[in-house]
């Protein structure tokens, strides 16, 4: 029960986000932001390849950002975003209104 | 408010290079242009690696052998952003004369030529220390 009411409130804060925030899709952008440390979250969608996801967190890890594993796959994490298109990751640069940034580091 | 934003990419990092010639070595930043310049309009770095790593030394290696082996082929290159992978690694080494020429550094040959041949003498003498020993063993892939 605890799990579900979590996944259901990163996709609240997820929209919040889209609709508010400023944001990039997909892996390139993500590495750029993460190379010029404009982003403070990063998601990843859990059918991410295992390199691809690897290669994210140690640049995470050198940036000192944090990485969300979400709970869904690319297709789940598209359409969490409110868009059409399959999104295996996703970088944050400001989360607007929402506080997606303090509450998700205890979730992970 | 956690001012959590590190960058990483600066003077003294360790890096591979994932593209071109020299995929696969190891390469130290020496200068990074955050903003591009006019003829880069991109985030790029000049680094300086190793084109060709020294040689495994053993104990009974003669002096002049252990010479021959820790010589070093040195590279410089600026190189895109995209085409790097960073590591944990620093190689604090004071790059002061490659550095100090900037983006002319390799503008003309002879130039090129006078940076390298700096570089190469300041990676060899690292190497001597026997300090940074990941930085000068080669990546097997």
């Known amino acids: ?108 | 408010e956690h001012a959590k934003m590190v960058k990483f990419l600066k003077t003294g990092k360790a890096v591979i290079l994932l593209q071109g010639r020299f995929a696969g070595r190891k390469a130290v930043i020496v200068r990074v242009f955050e903003e591009g310049t006019r003829d880069r309009p991109y985030g790029h770095c000049l680094v300086a690696g190793l084109a060709k790593y020294p040689k495994k030394v053993i104990r009974k290696d003669s002096a002049k052998k252990t010479a021959k082996k820790s010589r070093v082929k040195c590279f410089l290159k600026l190189v895109n952003f995209t085409h790097i992978m960073p590591t944990r690694y620093t190689l604090d080494v004071d790059f002061k004369d490659v550095a100090s020429g900037g983006p002319d550094a390799l503008a003309t040959r002879d130039k090129k030529v006078a940076s390298c041949k700096a570089a190469k003498a300041r990676l060899e003498e690292r190497f001597k220390t026997g300090k940074n020993r990941w930085f000068f063993t080669k990546l097997r892939f």
């Open chain 1, 1 to 108: 029960m605890a799990q579900k009411k979590s996944g259901d409130n990163i996709n609240n804060k997820l929209q919040l986000v889209m609709k508010s925030g400023k944001y990039t899709l997909g892996y390139k952008t993500v590495l750029r932001t993460l190379r010029n440390s404009k982003a403070k979250l990063v998601i990843l969608a859990n059918n991410c390849p295992p390199l691809r996801k690897s290669e994210i967190e140690y640049y995470a890890m050198l940036a000192k950002i944090t990485v969300h594993h979400y709970h869904g796959n690319n297709v789940d994490l598209g359409t969490a975003c409110g868009k059409y298109f399959r999104v295996c990751c996703l970088s944050i640069i400001d989360p607007g209104d929402s506080d997606i940034i303090n509450a998700t580091p205890a979730g992970q």
